[in-house]
T-cell receptor
Framework: GAVVSQHPSWVICKSGTSVKIECRSL??????MFWYRQFPKQSLMLMAT?????????EQGVEKDKFLINHASLTLSTLTVTSAHPEDSSFYIC????????????FGPGTRLTVL | QKEVEQDPGPLSVPEGAIVSLNCTYS??????FMWYRQYSRKGPELLMY????GNKEDGRFTAQVDKSSKYISLFIRDSQPSDSATYLC???????????FGAGTRLAVHP
């Protein structure tokens, strides 16, 4: 099946620092990847759509200068949380669309970010 | 009104029970429907994928789509404690559109 990995799986950082999260599609090419945020016991909240070779499309209310997204290749998208603050602590999950298969989304295992 | 409505539960059933999870949607353009299972502190895992109306069966799981009533269901037969998770339904109209998720239903199967 389609596999999506994320790195790191968890990260703790100090307030004011930046954190980069990687999302990779391991066995398929993904022209489109998605970044979600999830708070405890809540559903997924789409933050942005990442398209290979072009700028990301951000959902309303998501600060594009704070959450930098880069999708430089067909198998890698990165999310950088800049100048992180405690309120950015959350579970970040990426997904990748397998356009070569069933055109559905496969999710990564998630990254737990804790900002002290 | 949300595009996809799903009762968040929690739903608690005894082991071996048949579980019925349901969603309604409002977007007539949806052609594809998915069910994802999410364990605590993990990413969602694709369980079932269906196109248009009809049934699809995979082991103990059956997905059902009724486009006339905009109703999608997931049935779990012989439920097991390992089925305890949050189940998310989603609709998708294809192309470059986004998956639209329901809120997720928390299921607990107790021995």
């Amino acid at each position: 099946g389609a596999v999506v990995s994320q790195h790191p799986s968890w990260v703790i950082c100090k307030s004011g620092t930046s954190v980069k999260i990687e999302c990779r599609s391991l066995d398929f090419q993904a022209t489109t990847m998605f970044w979600y945020r999830q708070f405890p016991k809540q559903s997924l909240m789409l933050m942005a759509t990442s398209n290979e070779g072009s700028k990301a499309t951000y959902e309303q209310g998501v600060e594009k200068d704070k959450f930098l997204i880069n999708h430089a290749s067909l198998t890698l998208s990165t999310l950088t949380v800049t100048s992180a603050h405690p309120e950015d602590s959350s579970f970040y999950i990426c997904s990748a669309r397998n356009t070569g298969g069933t055109d559905t989304q496969y999710f990564g295992p998630g990254t737990r970010l804790t900002v002290l | 009104q949300k595009e996809v409505e799903q009762d968040p539960g929690p739903l608690s059933v005894p082991e071996g029970a048949i579980v019925s999870l349901n969603c309604t949607y409002s977007n007539s353009a949806f052609q594809y429907f998915m069910w994802y299972r999410q364990y605590s502190r993990k990413g969602p895992e694709l369980l079932m994928y269906t196109y248009s109306s009809g049934n699809k069966e995979d082991g103990r799981f059956t997905a059902q789509v009724d486009k006339s009533s905009k109703y999608i269901s997931l049935f779990i037969r012989d439920s097991q404690p390992s089925d305890s998770a949050t189940y998310l339904c989603a609709g998708f109209s294809g192309g470059y559109n986004k998956l639209i998720f329901g809120a997720g239903t928390r299921l607990a199967v107790h021995p």
